[in-house]
Structures are given as structure tokens and as C-alpha cells.
């Protein structure tokens, strides 16, 4: 198996194992996976993924992703094309609209998640390589996090429903 094999086994291990009834892993590192369902771009057809909640801002009931592949991830592309999406987390399942977040709402977000949960940021930087440490001032990694991909996911309500 080569290298890019392995890491695709090794990004798509948890939706295996959440389809197989496998559930709640992620709280031995003290985060959330969501899994999300869009649309391909171009088939159409229905498409799943499983991803790390890097922030819940419950006030505005509004989860933040981001793409293990930056800009290139499909899904990321598929929620440019059409911004609603299914969402599945912490037991609840949803319709949501996505917005691209990117920029310095994302880089507050991504900050905040790195000093949240260093252990796991390291590996994080270590894997996607977007920042070259998490060992910075806070406003030195902000600057840097400005172009790290994030989206928004915000439930559908029954108001924006009658809104369209």
C-alpha cells in the first residue's frame, strides 16, 4: 500500500467504523467528528464524509470544518457548488447551509482549536503541514491561519425555509 493509500485508508477509518454502529472514539481525544453528506458537483449523487468539528459556536448553533486537502478536498468543492448539506453529529442530523468561513473568522477558529487541543494539533500540523509550528504568538500564527480553508455549517430552521 503506498503512501497516499495509506493516508486515505487512514481519513476515511472513522466513517467506516461509524457506519459499523462504532461510535464516540473521538471523545478519547476530546473532540467531535461530524459526518456531512453533499452533493457531487458534477454527478449529483450523494457524498459522505467524516470530519473534525474544529469549533461549535452554540450561540449561533454554527459547526466549523476544515479539509485535511485544502481548497482541492471534494467535499469542500461540492459545498462551493451547493451549499446545503446533511449533517450528522453528536447524535443529531440536520440540513445546513455552508459558507466559506476563510479568513480571519477561520483563522480565529483554527487558533482557538490549537490552543484547545495542542496534542492533537501538533499532529495535525505535522500531517497537513499548513503552518510549519503551533509554537508562535498567538497574532504571528493568526496571520498564518488567514488562508487555512474552513467552513461553516449552520442549521436549516423552519424561518430560513420560509425566507427562500
Given at each position: 500500500m503506498g503512501r497516499s493509500a495509506l493516508v486515505m485508508w487512514f481519513h476515511r477509518a472513522p466513517l467506516r467504523l461509524h457506519r459499523l454502529g462504532i461510535?464516540?472514539?473521538e471523545r478519547l481525544i476530546g473532540i467531535d467528528w461530524i459526518v456531512i453528506t453533499t452533493r457531487g458537483r458534477r454527478s449529483g449523487v450523494p457524498r459522505e464524509v467524516m470530519l473534525d468539528v474544529i469549533d461549535h459556536d452554540e450561540a449561533r448553533d454554527t459547526w466549523y470544518v476544515q479539509p485535511a486537502d485544502g481548497r482541492r478536498a471534494n467535499w469542500f468543492q461540492n459545498l462551493l457548488a451547493n451549499p446545503t448539506v446533511t449533517v450528522e453529529v453528536r447524535g443529531r442530523h440536520f440540513e445546513a447551509t455552508a459558507r466559506d468561513a476563510t479568513g480571519p473568522e477561520g483563522a480565529d477558529v483554527v487558533l482557538r482549536f490549537i490552543?484547545?487541543?495542542?496534542?492533537?494539533?501538533?499532529?495535525?500540523?505535522?500531517?497537513?503541514?499548513?503552518?510549519?509550528?503551533?509554537?508562535?504568538?498567538d497574532e504571528t500564527?493568526?496571520?498564518?491561519?488567514?488562508?487555512v480553508p474552513v467552513m461553516a455549517l449552520r442549521p436549516i430552521t423552519s424561518e430560513d425555509s420560509r425566507s427562500r
Open positions: 461510535r464516540g472514539l490552543r484547545t487541543h495542542p496534542l492533537y494539533a501538533r499532529l495535525i500540523v505535522w500531517m497537513l503541514r499548513y503552518v510549519d509550528s503551533i509554537d508562535h504568538p500564527l493568526r496571520a498564518q491561519l488567514t488562508t
